[in-house]
Structures are given as structure tokens and as C-alpha cells.
């Protein structure tokens, strides 16, 4: 919307931060209730859970990430509908490059927090106990490597989060788009087949 396509430097919007903050707060004030609208749509028409991610964040200052994306993560997450048909509908946060800030988004209220593959899970989960669910966190690229790698990665991150409930196993981030389909079906089949007696 601001860069024009996507970003790894955020040049152009963090100049905009800087040159014209009131400008940015209005564009982001209109941009969390556009998310907050179509989610509780979404809702409405029977999404079972939702989750909203945050690109930026994990660039920002500490100053910063409170002013221009947590306090926008946090009002999304207040506007959003928490039930429906008679169930939570749960809400989970996710900041790329957000490791820094896991406290500060699990107190917005959310019940999970994304994790991308560059924080330790055990560490995120000692940091905020059991607050809110942990979604996460191997890299993606790691289906590109070997099934008996595979199934290695998806081992060692069960048991950095250990034994109970609140582990969604996920990717830390999107699939690459030339990814084997097989190999992610031996990622699928090792944390089913590996989880089991971390839940029990």
C-alpha cells in the first residue's frame, strides 16, 4: 500500500513514520478497522479461528513497535468478535522478527502467539508460560531438506516446548512455493506421528 509491493527494508513507510507520523496513524487506524471488519465477517460466516500478521514489527524500535503496530494489533484484537455459534473463536498474533516483543503481544488479550523460526521455542514458551498458545516455529526452508531431517527438526522443537497443551506445530512462517509436496507430508506425518507423548 505505502511501498508499493513488498519490502525487506520498509524504506518508504518508515520514512513516512518518521516525516509524517500523524499521516501513518491515520492510515493505520483505518487499516485495523478494515482487518477487524472483514475478520468478524469472517466470523459471522463461520471461520473458526483467526490470525493477523504483523510484516513489520520485528524492524521497528522499541518506541516504535508500541506506537506504530502493537497498539493497532492490540485494538484489532479488542474490536474482534469472541464467540460464535456458541464457541471461542480464538485469535492469534503473529509478529515476523517479533521475538523481542512475545510478552507485550501476549498481553493484548489474543489467545496464541505466531512464532517465526528465529526464537527458540522453548525460551518463548518460558518467557510467557501458559498465558496463550504458541503457534510455531520451524523455518520453511528446512522442507527442502531430507525426510529423516525433517522429521530430526520437528523432534527437537516438540521437545524444546514439552509436555501440555497450547502448541499449535506450525511453520514460522508462509511455504515456499517450490517445496515438494511429499516433504511436506512427511513434516504433516512426523508431528502427528511425534507429538503424541508430549500430549498425553
Given amino acids: 500500500m505505502v511501498e508499493g ?4 527494508a520498509f524504506t518508504k513507510i518508515k520514512k513516512m513514520m518518521y516525516a509524517d507520523p500523524q499521516t501513518l496513524h491515520l492510515l493505520l487506524d483505518k487499516l485495523a478497522d478494515s482487518v477487524i471488519d472483514y475478520l468478524n465477517a469472517q466470523i459471522r460466516a463461520g471461520a473458526q479461528s483467526v490470525m493477523v500478521f504483523d510484516t513489520w514489527g520485528g524492524v521497528l524500535t522499541p518506541r516504535d513497535y508500541n506506537d506504530f503496530s502493537l497498539q493497532y494489533m492490540h485494538k484489532i484484537v479488542d474490536g474482534l468478535i469472541r464467540e460464535n455459534d456458541g464457541r471461542r473463536v480464538p485469535v492469534t498474533l503473529f509478529t515476523k522478527n517479533g521475538g523481542m516483543w512475545l510478552e507485550k503481544i501476549a498481553d493484548t488479550g489474543c489467545d496464541g502467539v ?3 523460526w ?3 521455542i522453548a525460551d518463548a514458551r518460558h518467557r510467557i508460560g501458559d498465558k496463550v498458545a504458541l503457534q510455531g516455529n520451524m523455518d520453511p526452508s528446512m522442507l527442502y531438506a531430507s525426510p529423516e531431517r525433517i522429521r530430526e527438526e520437528v523432534a527437537t522443537i516438540l521437545e524444546g516446548y ?3 497443551t497450547g502448541h499449535v506445530f506450525n511453520l514460522g512462517h508462509g511455504i515456499h512455493l517450490d517445496v515438494p509436496p511429499e516433504n511436506a507430508g ?5 508431528v502427528h506421528e511425534l507429538s503424541k507423548p508430549y500430549h498425553q
Avoid: C, H, P, R
Fill in 186 to 190: 512427511v513434516f504433516v506425518d512426523a
Fill in 118 to 120: 528465529t526464537i527458540n
Fill in 114 to 116: 505466531g512464532l517465526d
Fill in 162 to 164: 514439552g509436555e501440555g
Fill in 5 to 8: 509491493g513488498s519490502s525487506k
